[in-house]
Each structure stands twice: as structure tokens, then as C-alpha cells.
């Protein structure tokens, strides 16, 4: 039901702030322009009020949630293409239709690991999409062929790939036309916008000197899948690595002495590499200790990975400091951006105790995200479930593994339940994790005036929210796309 002058105003409901705080106040959008407005400065300009009410009864209405790793769901598979463009992007619409049921309304699509012939013409079908009900496919996320062998997961060992040309490798791999510079990728007057992610390991060779190129580009560069160093994942963000992928897993677990790339988190803000590197031992090597019992998984599952080159950063000082602050609290001025960082939060590839030592770590850079595979699907039973190569799923639960394996393969966990997962595991508010599936994925992404905000002129993508967390209703551009008709 439209309304004849297109302004509607949610009332009667909390608005999450982008500090993680809960306001009870209204909410005006334009839902012929599929906006958000300026209650004030309308009412003053337009000398209008808006013709449609909706009380909404006490609960959130959110920023629509954003998954920036999702690797399909409802049967279809981002990382399959049989040769038919148009039943490809059949799937990429029954996705983008369907995940609203989850609060989602704006997603990355991510490929993995893929034989090199098939890149370009996946990622070209993978350019931002959306229908007047759907959620947003903002571009793609290539998950891989650029990591490292020993801590590939799923990922297929016969396509995995070094970087000896740097950059020039990375555009073989993917297509030139795919890396295009960032200024033809502005956002467009549907409020689209094609923002990627490349998930890659540094210490691969040729890697670390494809990074800046790439983040000049608009592409964020995510450390994963990777057995990094300290030093090298340090050097990975100095040259402008912004994402951590999947925290904890396919990754070297913490170690004190040499804490790789989890410790980036706890990264001093003043220097880069401690002045007094040069006197430390050598770093102890990634392989240490994942003598684990139990479920073992891509995190843990480290083995010797011959013929990977490991490259050596070059070690530079950033921000030695001739005198420190006295003041309790008081800091110098930042010379080094810890990165972004993302977590399943199923309660499977990462134990509660972990999430929340993350989180308390850095709280501003944690993202949410579900890495779900094909299978998900709320109303999809436990059992086996076909993958691809000949591969399957097993399925129990949230628990999500291959077949004759315990390695898990990505989840089949929904957003909105990562979200209340996470205000549970970590005892923050549920205002300040809905901002990990929000505002800090849209600001990873440098997107956050028009997606995961309810600032003045952001796109009116929204999910309305009960006092527990669970989707009431969904909308789109104003446009409410799921749930019971407010």
C-alpha cells in the first residue's frame, strides 16, 4: 500500500545507533525515492507530514543485515556454472529473493577455489544485482586460488595458485575486466554498488605485491586461508589489507610468541613491528601445536605445505615513539589500522569463549558473517546433501561437513541467528551486535552512507526486529519484501 504523498514514518519502535546504542525515535522514509529522510529538515522543506503511520510495537527496526561472505543458498551455488548464463542468474535471483526471510538485504556472493577457465565469466554474471523485492548482490567475493595449501579447507588442491607477476597474476586469474579501477565502480542511481573482496594468503608468492595495487582499485584484501606470520600479515595490512576472513579458522592458532594473524587484533596502535624485533627469536612456526582432540577443521588442520614459497616482508619501523602519554586511557595518534575482521557465529567453527575474547579485543572492526553454503535454507531437513565434484554435505544442525570427513565446509547458520548468537557469547547489547551485521560490514566496504545506516539519504533497506532478535519483516527501498503486511 502506497501512500499519496510517499512519506511513511515508523513509530513506536528503537533504532540501533551506530555506536551500538538502542533510540527510541521515529524513523521517516520517502518510499517512492526508497530512501531514508530527514524527519526535520522534510517536515520544514516539504511542509509535509507523512500520510502512512506504522507502529510498530516496541520493536527494532534495523539497517537491513549484510553478509559479505555467503557462498549460496536454497540450492543454488555461486561457484557452480554448467555453461547456462541464464540459469545462473535464475539462481543469483532465487537468493536474492529468498534471503530477505533472514533480515539480509544487501550480500557479496563469494566463489571459491575454481579451475582458472571459469573466473572471468563467473565473476562477470556476478556483477551487483537486484530486483524490486530482493536483496542487493553488491558484487563478489573471490574466496581463493591465491592461498595456501596447507590451510585450504574445502578449497580443491589442483587449482590453487601463486602470484609470480604480483598483480598482472591476479588479473590472468580473474579477468581484467573484473579488476576494473575503482572510479568505474561508483555507485549507481540504484544505490548498487560494486564494492569486491579478495580472500588471499600474503605469504603466497607473489601475493604481497599484488595488495596495494588491488586496494588502490577498490578491492578490499582479506587475509585467509593462510599460515602468515606476524610479520607478514603485519606487512599484508601496511600495505593495505583491510579484512581478516573467517577469524580463527584456516589460519594458525594463537601462539604468545608469534601470535600470526589472530594477533593482529591486539596489533599496537603506536608501531608496526616492535623496535626491538631485530632481538627477538625466530618466530615460532605457524605448524605449533593443533594437537586438538575432538572435531578438527579447516583452522586446525595444518600440514607441511611443500612448494609454497614463503615471502619474507621487508621489516620497516612505523611510529617509534620519543615520549609517551601520562594520562590513563590517552594514546598516540594511530600510525597503524588493525583490519577488519569476520567470524561465523554458528557456535561450531569458533567456540563462544573465542568470539567473545575477539570481540573484547576490537569490537569496531568484528563483522558477522555465515559463509553458508548451498544448503541454506531454514526449512531444509538434516541428512546429505549434494555438493559439487562429485562431493557431499552432511548436515546436522547448524554443523555442516563433508562427507567422510569432520572438516567443515562452510555453515548453513542465518544472520539474523548469528546476531543473537553473538549478544549471547559475548554478553554485549543486541543493538551493538546488530552493528556487526551493519554499520561495520557497510564501512569495511565504504559504503556505510547508503547501506547499514539509517542516516539521512541511505538506501531504505530495512529489517524490523523483535525484542529477542528474530525478523518481523523485511524491506526493501521502502518496500516491505517479507512478513506479516504492517
Known amino acids: 500500500m502506497s501512500t499519496p504523498n510517499g512519506l511513511v514514518c515508523f513509530t513506536n519502535c528503537l533504532l540501533p545507533q551506530e555506536d551500538g546504542g538502542l533510540v527510541e525515535k521515529d524513523l521517516w522514509i520517502d518510499e517512492r525515492r526508497g530512501v531514508i529522510l530527514d524527519a526535520q529538515l522534510t517536515f520544514f522543506q516539504r511542509r509535509q507530514r507523512p500520510d502512512r503511520i506504522i507502529d510498530l510495537g516496541g520493536n527494532i527496526l534495523s539497517p537491513g543485515l549484510i553478509d559479505v561472505q555467503i557462498n549460496g543458498a536454497y540450492g543454488f551455488d555461486f561457484s557452480v556454472y554448467d555453461g547456462d548464463d541464464e540459469a545462473y542468474k535464475q539462481g543469483m535471483k532465487l537468493v536474492a529473493e529468498k534471503i530477505v526471510e533472514t533480515g539480509v538485504t544487501s550480500l557479496v556472493p563469494t566463489i571459491i577455489t575454481q579451475e582458472k577457465s571459469l573466473y572471468p565469466k563467473i565473476l562477470n554474471l556476478l556483477r551487483p544485482f537486484s530486483t524490486p523485492i530482493s536483496a542487493s548482490l553488491l558484487g563478489w567475493h573471490a574466496e581463493g586460488p591465491f592461498i595456501d595449501m596447507a590451510k585450504r ?142 572435531v578438527s ?68 572492526g568484528c563483522i558477522l558473517i555465515t559463509d553458508a553454503m548451498k544448503v541454506l535454507d531454514p526449512s531444509l531437513r538434516d541428512g546429505v546433501h549434494e555438493w559439487r565434484d562429485g562431493k557431499r554435505f552432511v548436515k546436522e544442525g547448524d554443523k555442516l561437513y563433508l562427507e567422510g570427513t569432520n572438516t567443515l565446509a562452510g555453515s548453513v547458520v542465518t544472520l539474523d541467528k548469528c546476531v543473537r548468537n553473538f549478544s549471547r557469547f559475548t554478553g554485549c547489547s543486541l543493538g551493538e551486535a546488530i552493528k556487526c551485521a551493519t ?48
Open 297 to 364: 577443521s579447516e583452522a586446525f588442520d595444518y600440514r607441511s605445505s611443500p612448494g609454497t614459497p614463503v615471502q619474507k616482508p621487508v621489516i620497516s619501523r612505523v611510529g617509534s615513539r620519543s615520549e609517551f602519554h601520562l594520562d590513563k586511557g590517552q594514546v598516540a595518534d594511530m600510525t597503524f589500522d588493525r583490519p577488519y575482521y569476520d567470524m561465523i557465529v554458528d557456535g561450531i567453527h569458533s567456540h563462544p569463549n573465542s568470539v567473545r575474547l575477539a570481540y573484547s579485543a576490537f569490537p569496531d
Open 439 to 486: 554499520f561495520n560490514p557497510a564501512k569495511c566496504l565504504g559504503i556505510e552512507n547508503t547501506k547499514g545506516t539509517l542516516r539521512a539519504g541511505a538506501d531504505a533497506d530495512l529489517v524490523v526486529l523483535d525484542r529477542q532478535g528474530n525478523v518481523v519483516s523485511t524491506w526493501v527501498k521502502g518496500r516491505q519484501v517479507w512478513g506479516l503486511k504492517a
Open 153 to 294: 579447507g574445502a578449497h580443491a588442491p589442483p587449482f590453487l595458485l601463486s602470484a609470480p607477476d604480483g598483480f598482472s597474476s591476479f588479473e590472468d586469474a580473474y579477468g581484467a575486466h573484473n579488476l576494473v579501477d575503482s572510479e568505474d565502480w561508483l555507485m549507481s542511481s540504484d544505490g548498487q554498488c560494486g564494492v569486491r573482496i579478495v580472500t588471499a594468503a600474503p605469504e603466497i608468492r607473489g601475493v604481497m605485491g599484488a595488495v596495494n595495487e588491488l586496494s588502490k582499485r577498490g578491492v578490499v584484501f582479506s587475509i585467509g586461508h593462510s599460515a602468515a606470520s606476524t610479520d607478514v600479515a603485519t606487512a599484508a595490512v601496511i600495505q593495505g589489507a583491510r579484512l581478516i576472513t573467517h577469524l580463527f579458522n584456516a589460519m594458525p592458532q594463537l601462539h604468545h610468541r608469534d601470535p600470526s594473524i589472530i594477533g593482529l587484533l591486539g596489533a599496537s596502535p603506536h608501531l608496526a613491528f616492535p623496535a626491538a624485533m631485530e632481538s627477538f627469536p625466530a618466530p615460532i612456526s605457524p605448524l605449533a601445536t593443533s594437537a586438538l582432540s575432538g
